[in-house]
């Protein structure tokens, strides 16, 4: 958070200085080599005088709704790699074996190029990755509400549920905690994943919602 404060910092510096800062603090007590080392997605936005500055790393979004329309930002890169296991993952039933065991293979296929050129970057231990991210900035007056979203979060969109606009509504009307429950009552009407196929629930779903109106 201090690294984003500083307006002397771009968004990934500012990014990259963290992950450095973090992985200072656990070098005595982790194996940072460790591939199942703890990582994170990012978003991030940041106001900065007149202007708006975004950051985003790996699989969450970032919508603006701005003067010309709804502007969805995503860092779609895991979704490119290691087909074949995402495909065996989520063409089984949720909650079974075969489930979890496709999985199990995915996860470990994501391991072997998570943070490698041609893969996809996550806050880990590697400061390098925060020159993968995407970033920009835009004017403040162009934008009247942001929305920053976890894959779980941006689940009725991947699922042609709603559109991005609809769920920037549904955050200005009902709050996170609205479009979160409308994700889950989705899932829940398709217990096994086969009308929506997908490898794992939205249980840690996050969301955040902005007006600058």
Known sequence: MANLADDDLDMRSALAAS?????????STCDLG??????ATVLALRERGESLDWLVLADSTLLLDCTEGIKA???DRVA?????QHEAAISSDTDTEEHEKNVSLLVEAQRLVRNT???YWVAGTNPEAAAEALSGSMSKVLVKRAA???DGAARLQE????????????LESSGPRGLISAVRDVEDSDPKGRRWPRYKKSDDATAVYLSFG
């Open 19 to 27: 992950i450095d800062a973090t992985a200072r603090i656990h070098v």
């Open 34 to 39: 460790n591939p199942g080392t703890p990582s």
């Open 73 to 75: 930002i995503s860092d």
């Open 80 to 84: 490119q790699v290691n087909q074949a």
């Open 117 to 119: 050129p041609g893969g």
């Open 148 to 150: 920053l979203l976890s």
């Open 159 to 170: 699922f042609d549920v709603a559109s991005w606009r609809s769920i920037m509504d549904t």
